[in-house]
């Protein structure tokens, strides 16, 4: 087994020390959703400070930021998990049970 180096993390204080989310479209990093989902995260786009901590955090990619520079989750790839909205800190991001 090969010995890795660890190497030292600086600490992360200001969002430009994050590395940015995923670098393609939502499809390319997880499957179309199939139908499983029961809770999906809604915006409030009136709350939501762009801090761009729910598009990081998010696993499979599916919010991303339109035109208007306001982040919107494409459903159609979004699995219902709540990460997002547990990791909103103004709480911008509601889980809503979907109608089927």
């Known amino acids: ?8 993390v600086p600490p992360l ?7 940015m989310g995923s670098s393609c479209e939502s499809f390319h990093i997880t499957d179309q959703n199939s ?6 995260p809604v915006i409030n786009l ?3 400070v762009s801090c761009y901590r729910c598009y990081l955090v998010c696993p499979d990619g599916a919010i991303h930021q339109n035109e208007d520079q306001k982040f919107e989750i494409d459903y159609d790839y979004c699995k219902g998990c709540g990460i997002c909205a547990n990791e909103c800190k103004i709480n ?8 089927k």
Do not use: L, S
Request: proline residues 6%; charged residues 30%.
């Open 1 to 8: 087994m090969k010995n890795f180096k660890r190497v030292p």
């Open 13 to 19: 204080n200001h969002i430009n020390d994050y590395p």
């Open 35 to 40: 139908g499983w989902r029961v809770f999906m």
């Open 46 to 48: 009136d709350k939501c």
């Open 92 to 99: 911008a991001i509601n889980m809503v049970k979907e109608d």
